[in-house]
């Protein structure tokens, strides 16, 4: 791994960075971005770029506010703030932790300040890495690095509490191991045949 993008992509999400630093906040760099770091990926100019912070979403608005040029809140109650700068789309989403209901892919939607349980939510370990900034430093405490590496697909938690949360999360393990070529655990396509009609 060379992290011949990385530089590009803090200097794309500086600006932000300081603005968050200046008002007293962590901001994380998480999703695709991250992981697309480990395979050199470039960004392009269409990419998304998905953060969290500590900020709950009210703050986020306050503190974006001079460097958008656009700005949305249809996410806002799941904490979610997305805005436009210069051509590029962000979303910015407070930490979270979720509940589901067996009959429902929405969530009930809780605020924290803690990123470890943050990335605990997240569909699988290779998702469920973060990159703190403006330093670029890497918190990866489910191992997801490691499983790219290896080419391992697994989830942060127990595949059944994460696929019983969201049953989406089946056909997304399908792709990832296929679009990366990453081989599920034996836990996970097991969870996946046990809790197959959730899906329905």
């Known amino acids: 791994m060379t992290f011949t993008h990385l530089d590009d992509v803090l200097d794309e999400v500086k600006p932000l960075s300081q603005l968050f630093d200046q008002a007293g906040y962590r901001l994380f760099l998480v999703g695709g971005v991250v992981r697309d770091q480990w395979l050199d990926e470039p960004l392009d100019a269409s990419s998304d770029i998905d953060l ?7 703050e986020i608005k306050r503190i974006v506010a001079p460097f958008a040029d656009d700005l949305w809140t249809q996410g806002e109650k799941f904490g979610t703030i997305g805005l ?4 590029r789309d962000f979303e910015i989403t407070s930490h979270r932790a979720e509940s589901y209901s067996s009959d429902s892919r929405k969530p009930t939607v809780s605020f ?3 990123i470890g349980v943050d990335l605990s939510r997240r569909d699988f370990t290779v998702n469920a890495m973060a990159i703190e900034l403006p330093d670029g430093d890497l918190v990866d405490p489910y191992g997801g690095a490691t499983d790219l590496l290896e080419r391992r697909l697994r989830t942060p ?5 994460s696929f019983t949360d969201d049953p989406l999360r089946m056909l997304r393990a399908a792709r990832f191991a296929a679009r990366y070529s990453l081989v599920p655990e034996d836990e996970l396509t097991a969870s996946a045949a046990k809790l197959s009609e959730r899906l329905r």
């Open 52 to 58: 969290t912070t500590n900020a709950l979403p009210a």
């Open 84 to 87: 436009r700068s210069a051509g």
């Open 112 to 114: 924290g300040d803690d």
């Open 157 to 161: 938690l127990s595949p059944d509490i």
